[in-house]
């Protein structure tokens, strides 16, 4: 195993995250390979898992990360974090004591280095700040320098793959005019529908029927609910809109979603491995989900709800490329869908959630009611493809 040398940089803060009430673990979440006397332990300290996603959403509020840059950041941490810690407890079962926390902190230093080269010396700083703190229990005789070792190999690994997945690909074609056209200019992302899924078999696999006809009488009553939401707009539209927006300085949709999942990791005291394979498959569903969503509108190119009629009053920002499919609704969509099965007593709890985050779109004057319905529907058929065809659990997942 290659010796990585000591870092020189210091934390003064630790890294944790609040915690939450205790509950009983869910039917759907694996019978835990530690003691109970271990998982009561360590429902006093968040995972590793959980305090460097939480180190992840911070950067992405400090450096206005764009919501799809967002997806990609959490979907290349989490699936590195979980290979990272299957890789390290391979090397147990060769009486090799790597520690999973240490294969964490080097996996997660260095994608967010990747990331944000500029924070390096802040993420090594994580990383000596949780090797000084106690290891948790069940870990005190790993070694956590050759975890972080391993976890560094598997984050080339990834950032390998990361450089070659298309999704900032420059956009060179031209918007297309016609009446029921886009009406924007240099489209966002125009090419992220031509991105390296990591589940999905085409990118266009479940791309949505498509939307009612421009100017037919369904079409025109939608684009009608749109304006007699905007001008009659309560207080309670324009707070769910504006919550939902999730725009700049925040933690956006998908880190939002990244911190549900935390929270439940949390709250039902999952394993490292647990919550790391619970929040791979959240996040890499969800970058599959935006690949989807957006090869589906630059395949409709359907103008926004404003420019069909520009008296439309609009509660956020509206988003520089086509309407149809909403890529919140997908995304909630795909959210509610994952951590649904995997923690069954929540489900109700977030399926709300995800009617919520869809309608905050057509509350905000963004979205017809189809491109909601068709955008939840997509995640929740990209998700469910997904569970189905997650073979990890105790293998790492292959990036091809």
């Known amino acids: 195993m290659l010796a990585f040398p000591r870092r020189a940089a210091r934390l003064v803060g630790a890294l944790t995250v609040a915690l939450f009430a205790a509950c009983s673990e869910p039917a759907s979440v694996a019978a835990p390979h530690t003691a109970s006397a271990d998982r009561a332990a360590r429902s006093a300290t968040p995972v590793a898992t959980v305090s460097w996603n939480e180190a992840a959403r911070d950067m992405v509020k400090k450096y206005n990360t764009s919501a799809p840059a967002t997806i990609r950041l959490f979907a290349l941490l989490t699936v590195a974090q979980y290979n990272a810690i299957v890789d390290a407890e391979k090397s147990k079962e060769r009486s090799l004591h790597p520690a999973d926390r240490g294969a964490v902190a080097g996996a997660s230093a260095a994608v967010l280095s990747y990331i944000y080269p500029q924070e390096a010396t802040y993420f090594e700083g994580l990383v000596d700040q949780q090797q000084a703190s106690p290891a948790p229990a069940g870990g005190r005789h790993e070694d956590f320098a050759s975890g972080e070792a391993i976890g560094r190999t598997i984050a080339a690994a990834v950032i390998g793959r990361a450089k070659t997945d298309g999704f900032f690909a420059t956009y060179t074609g031209t918007v297309p005019d016609c009446p029921s056209c886009w009406k924007g200019t240099s489209p966002a992302f125009a090419t992220l529908g031509q991105a390296k899924p990591f589940f999905l078999t085409t990118n266009d696999q479940f791309r949505p029927d498509p939307h009612p006809d421009f100017n037919s009488a369904e079409f025109n009553a939608a684009v009608a609910e749109v304006r007699q939401i905007a001008d009659t707009r309560t207080a309670r539209q324009d707070s769910i809109a504006k919550f939902w927006a999730l725009g700049p300085g925040t933690v956006s949709a998908q880190g939002y979603l990244n911190f549900v999942g935390s929270e439940l990791a949390v709250k039902y005291h999952l394993s490292e491995r647990e919550a790391a394979h ?104 990209v998700a469910t493809w997904v569970l189905a065809h997650d073979v990890a659990q105790h293998r790492p997942f292959v990036l091809e």
């Open 278 to 381: 619970a929040l791979a498959l959240l996040n890499m569903a969800a970058y599959d989900v935006i690949v989807a969503s957006h090869e589906a509108k630059f395949h409709y190119w359907l103008l926004r709800p404003k420019h069909a009629d520009p008296a439309i009053a609009l509660a956020i920002g509206m988003p520089n490329f086509p309407a149809y499919p909403s890529n919140h609704s997908a995304l909630v969509g795909s959210a509610a869908t994952v951590l649904g099965a995997m923690f069954p007593s929540e489900r109700a709890r977030l399926d709300a959630m995800a009617e919520e985050g869809a309608m905050s779109r057509l509350y905000g004057g963004i979205h017809y009611r189809f491109d909601t319905e068709a955008g939840l529907e997509l995640g929740r058929q």
